[in-house]
């Protein structure tokens, strides 16, 4: 066999070792892609991350490449990464496909409502930043927590109607119907979403408000502060009439927190079922807070 000539051999040598250096410039986009990746103690190699990365709160003196659904290829280009990690929510499609067609290795996480979904996220930013050992460990703890707090909502009969509703203030408020994180977050937490009938996000009238006839108003916790707290909330015609008005119901909570589906899902869940079932609070177990 012929050997390679000395200056060839040294150029494969380096093409492999190049190949195999873990990234150091790394764009993630997707507020529970960033969370993983500062899990997996690799925060250090962010160079940019999106309007949705508000978590751990470092994140948020990062530059920022706009909202996950409308980047921009030229933004995303300028920072000179050596990987961009996208929730596959992220787009729009066409500038993705610059983004690859500059050259920019780029790596689609998969993202699904779901416990079983959660775990497959992590693994997933596991393989792209070669931390596979620290996210299967991460999947087993999300399960675990999510399946301690799950065998205490399982004993538990009542089962509250909760409305998830944003954009207060900005003409009728969007509901969370089927399919949705916060109506997975609700069943998972013992409720029962009060908006049934239909799937996504769609506005409410206060009409369709009163018919649900909630148990519980679930909202954003920056839109309870701007709306101007919690009773000037249930004091609001389209909500003054449903029994979480009548009982004074609120709960607020962090979007990112709440609907991220990251690695602090045992955390929030825990959170949310004690907000539904606070004759129980103290039968839920405390999942050890993230590491951030």
Do not use: C
């Amino acid at each position: 066999m012929k050997a390679w000539p000395p200056v060839l051999f040294s150029l494969v040598l380096a093409s492999i070792a190049a190949a195999a250096e873990p990234p150091a410039r790394i764009v993630s986009v997707g507020g529970a892609v960033t969370e993983i990746v500062n899990e997996l103690g690799l925060g250090d190699t962010l160079v940019a991350v999106d309007s949705t990365s508000l978590h751990p709160p470092a994140m948020r003196e990062l530059p920022q490449v706009g909202y996950m659904r409308a980047l921009s290829a030229e933004g995303v280009a300028a920072l000179g990464p050596d990987l961009v990690l996208l929730s596959d929510n992220a787009g729009p499609p066409p500038v993705i496909a610059q983004i690859r067609g500059l050259g920019i290795p780029t790596r689609m996480v998969p993202d699904r409502p779901t416990v079983e979904g959660v775990a497959e996220k992590v693994r997933a930013v596991g393989s792209f930043l070669d931390r596979q050992e620290e996210a299967e460990a991460m999947a087993r703890d999300i399960t675990r927590g999510v399946e301690a707090v799950s065998a205490v909502v399982a004993e538990i009969p009542d089962r509250p109607r909760v409305l998830f509703l944003m954009g207060l203030g900005q003409g009728a408020p969007t509901a969370a119907g089927q399919n949705t994180a916060a109506d997975a977050m609700i069943r998972l937490a013992g409720g029962i979403n009060a908006m049934e009938g239909y799937e996504g996000y769609k506005p409410a009238s206060g009409e369709a408000i009163l018919a649900a006839a909630p148990d519980v108003l679930l909202l954003p916790s920056d839109a309870v502060e701007a709306a101007g707290g919690r009773d000037a909330i249930l004091a609001m015609p389209q909500f003054a009439g449903t029994p979480a008005a009548r009982h004074g119901r609120l709960v607020a909570m962090d979007t990112l927190y709440l609907l991220g589906f990251g690695p602090r899902l045992p955390q929030a869940l825990a959170d949310l079922a004690r907000a539904l079932h606070p004759d129980r609070a103290d039968a839920f177990p405390t999942p050890p807070r993230d590491r951030s």
